[in-house]
């Protein structure tokens, strides 16, 4: 059986690097802690066998506060049901801050399983002037220490030597690590016979370091988990702790002790210079973190972005549309008239077609999001997030899922492990979805190219279309902000939490990162396109094509021969045979189940200012968003009620006319339509996974319901008032 | 029943079958389920271990 290896260590010290490196696979890294919240496996050859690698969630102690430090532990205590255990460990350490880092490597040791420790970021230590003594510090520790740079690949040979050499021939542990008080030991020692009694146990072994870890993290996963049931554990648990803690607090007693050792090995292993210099780092962070120049510095930022989104994308996005138009053509020509003529062009064509359009702006978002989340920004991002997060209860520790939530909301739930406090992480998971996911980029493109001017501002610097595009993706973060509030005042109260957050080092980001996490974006677009997105269209497609009934062909058939016969001019003869044929398609989608069901739901949409066809694409969008812009596409291609030159759903929509004869779009229904994406839940996926992380059925209806009523109500006042303020006619 | 007829029924049919299989497994958490997402928990094999700490 292949052996198992745990890569543990503090969050952003590079574990998730070094995992890749080691495996040759590429999961997700990023320069800010919080990447990993669960754990991912590899494998790895050592010497001719394979070995396998479990890439942890960083964590800065074994004393678990949050769902992803619990993850750990178990991990490595082998409690996982259906893992295999572990049996070596290799720990992750920044060579630039040993102190903090050797914590979590004094509990590893207690573990008694075969240790070597990475010593990660080797050259920014030698940058600063900090001399590793390798061999006085391996010695210390009593594990191989061994000098990596694991984003450079520097040192991955060695280790994988010294991985081999330890798992095959475990060394004894030549030091002692912290000593604890002999009251606190035997108290450990006690109560762990009395846990794994077959008549007062909780009916499992219970390894001596869990054991100390339910004495001393008062309040911690751990305890919650054993004294669950109530199975009377909690009163020989307190009197062992008013024992125990004869000398001050049991944690207090704890990182003395640690600290003390920690700065025995320092001392022995380590020599840095007197002072520590200002580092590049230091002096970047007084500006981009300074409350007022560094807040405008991340505006700028996000309009350059969205700016951009607009200017790089437009000649990638013009060669596919072409391309899409040119395949419609093609389906036309090669296919005979009729229903699989109508799928392939109206349906997949119009309606895929549509969506992958969109392609390059979701590339060119993600290239920014992976750049500045790789050279260390996006922490700086959360730092000056935290004033603003901490007036509505909430810290800076719930912007990082918030964060990932802007390229896609599922990951940004799972983020919330990080967060102890479940009040702060189910607030934070319910906010999450209103970050404008990558999803909601094509929708508000679709939109904002459609609806509104290209008109460049401040001197020709801005462009109102990427202005609008920004407002779009701060209405969800403007909107969570007093939902977060109500929330914390309401059905989750509690206190704001204080908010530690480590500032990595910037560093310059790697190409190869930022291409395989852009190109991992972008296929996954392309997949859902092909995928669920062509399913639902299908669908649509036949919803919308079906009954196709011969009375209303028929009636319109008989209209064209009353045309051939009359004595009109040749091009009046084609007006009037192109005008019938335009309310045949309307008058079949009308009758169609689709227009059915649109016409039943039309009361409700009419306030916003959509009619029953805008209504039934935001219906027909609940399983993926995108589908909205694949449904209009086939809407407008199968009910075709404009100028048959119009061959782009942006025209289309542009020259869409309502039962009035007016037209559908205006600035105030485009918005309105923007804005309720922006804030409604239409994501099942999102939905699953927050009843997964919140091991309820009742958060996911709450956070659907909520959302559902504010993006109505948001988009209804949004009408409103740009119909009030004379937008409606501005197109 | 055309040929026509016959590949339009099967198309959407297929569709219809993909969509609800795909509904179902995004709820009941299985793999293949939820979006096409790299990071997508129903997607990993090792997801299981936050579940039993909420």
Avoid at chain 1, 74 to 90: C, F, H, K, R
Avoid at chain 1, 646 to 665: H, V
């Amino acid at each position: 059986m292949p052996i198992t290896i745990a890569v543990i260590g503090n969050p952003n010290v590079g574990k998730t690097t070094l995992f890749n490196a080691l495996t040759g696979l590429s999961q997700v890294t990023g320069n800010y802690p919080g990447v990993t919240v669960e754990r991912k496996i590899g494998t790895i050859r050592l010497n001719g066998s394979t070995a396998h690698l479990v890439d942890l969630p960083g964590t800065y102690s074994l004393a678990a506060r949050s769902p992803d430090e619990m993850i750990v532990v178990d991990v490595l205590l082998s409690q996982q049901t259906g893992e295999d255990p572990v049996d070596a460990v290799l720990a992750v350490v920044d060579a630039t801050n040993l102190e903090r880092n050797l914590y979590l490597v004094s509990q590893l040791k207690e573990l008694g399983k075969p240790l070597v420790v990475a010593l990660n970021m080797c050259d920014l230590a030698d940058k600063r002037n900090i001399a590793i003594d390798t061999a006085v510090l391996s010695a210390e520790l009593g594990a191989p220490v061994v000098r990596i740079c694991a984003h450079k690949r520097v040192g991955i040979d060695e280790l994988k030597t010294t991985l081999t050499r330890v798992i095959h021939e475990p060394i004894p542990p030549a030091s002692k690590g912290p000593e604890f008080p002999g009251t606190l030991n035997s108290e450990v020692d006690a109560l762990a016979q009395l846990l794994n009694d077959d008549a007062a146990g909780v009916g499992r072994h219970v390894p001596r370091l869990e054991v100390f870890r339910l004495l001393v993290d008062r309040g911690g996963y751990v305890e919650e988990r054993i004294t669950r049931g109530g199975n009377g554990i909690s009163h020989h648990l307190e009197d062992s702790r008013q024992r125990a803690s004869q000398n001050g607090s049991l944690a207090a007693v704890e990182a003395r002790e640690r600290y003390a050792w920690i700065r025995r090995v320092v001392a022995a292993g380590v020599v840095k210079p007197k002072t520590r210099a200002t580092t590049s780092s230091d002096k970047i962070d007084a500006v981009l973190t300074h409350p007022i120049v560094g807040t405008l510095i991340f505006g700028a930022i996000m309009t350059v972005i969205f700016q951009a989104i607009f200017s790089w994308a437009g000649p990638l996005m013009d060669l596919i549309d072409k391309t899409f138009v040119a395949a419609g053509e093609l389906a036309a020509t090669a296919l005979p008239e009729g229903m699989l003529q109508s799928l392939v062009q109206d349906g997949i064509i119009a309606g895929v077609g549509n969506v992958i359009i969109f392609l390059p702006q979701i590339l060119v978002l993600m290239l920014f999001i992976a750049i500045l989340e790789d050279c260390g920004y996006m922490a700086r991002a959360a730092f000056l997030m935290d004033k603003l997060l901490s007036r509505c209860g909430l810290s800076g520790q719930s912007f990082i899922p918030m964060l990932s939530s802007f390229a896609c909301a599922i990951p940004g739930v799972m983020a919330t492990r990080t967060i102890g406090n479940r009040r702060d992480r189910i607030t934070t998971i319910l906010v999450a979805p209103l970050m404008s996911c990558s999803a909601r980029l094509p929708v508000y493109t679709l939109m904002i190219t459609a609806f509104i001017p290209e008109t460049m501002l401040f001197g020709g610097w801005l462009n109102l279309q990427g202005i609008v595009l920004f407002a779009m993706y701060s209405v969800g973060i403007v909107v969570a902000i007093p939902v977060a509030w109500i929330l914390k005042r309401t059905l989750l109260k509690g206190e704001t939490p204080p908010f530690l957050l480590e500032l990595p080092t910037y560093k310059l980001p790697l190409w190869g990162t930022i291409a395989r996490r852009v190109y991992r974006h972008g296929k996954e677009f392309v997949v859902r396109a092909g995928t669920i997105i062509f399913a639902v269209i299908v669908i649509v497609w036949a919803l919308a094509y079906f009954p196709h009934s011969g009375a209303i062909t028929q009636q319109f058939d008989e209209e064209r021969g009353s045309v051939g016969q009359a004595a009109i001019s040749d091009d009046a003869r084609a007006a009037a045979l192109t005008d019938i044929d335009n309310k045949e398609s309307a008058a079949h989608l009308r009758n169609s189940y689709f227009g059915r069901m649109g016409l039943a739901v039309e009361p409700v949409v009419r306030p916003l200012g959509w009619d029953w066809r805008i209504g039934m694409a935001a219906i027909a969008s609940f399983p993926a968003r995108e589908v909205i812009i694949a449904t209009l596409g086939t809407i407008f291609a199968l009910g075709s009620d404009v100028d048959e030159e119009s061959e782009s759903l942006k025209s289309y929509m542009q020259g869409a006319t309502g039962n009035d004869g007016t037209k559908l779009f205006n600035i105030p229904v485009a918005l309105s339509i923007m804005v309720f994406f922006a804030l409604c839940c239409q994501c099942g996926a999102t939905l699953a996974v927050i009843r997964r992380e919140t091991q309820s059925i009742r958060w996911p209806v709450f956070a659907f319901s909520y959302m559902t009523i504010l993006a109505y109500i948001a988009a209804l006042l949004t009408y409103q008032a740009g119909m009030w303020a004379g937008w409606g006619a501005n197109v | 029943m055309s040929l026509e007829a016959i590949i339009v029924a099967l198309i959407v049919g297929g569709c219809v079958f993909y969509f609800v299989r795909r509904l179902y497994r995004t709820f009941a958490g299985k793999a293949g389920g939820s979006c096409s997402c790299s990071d997508c928990p129903a997607k990993s094999p090792t997801d299981n271990a936050a579940q039993h700490h909420p």
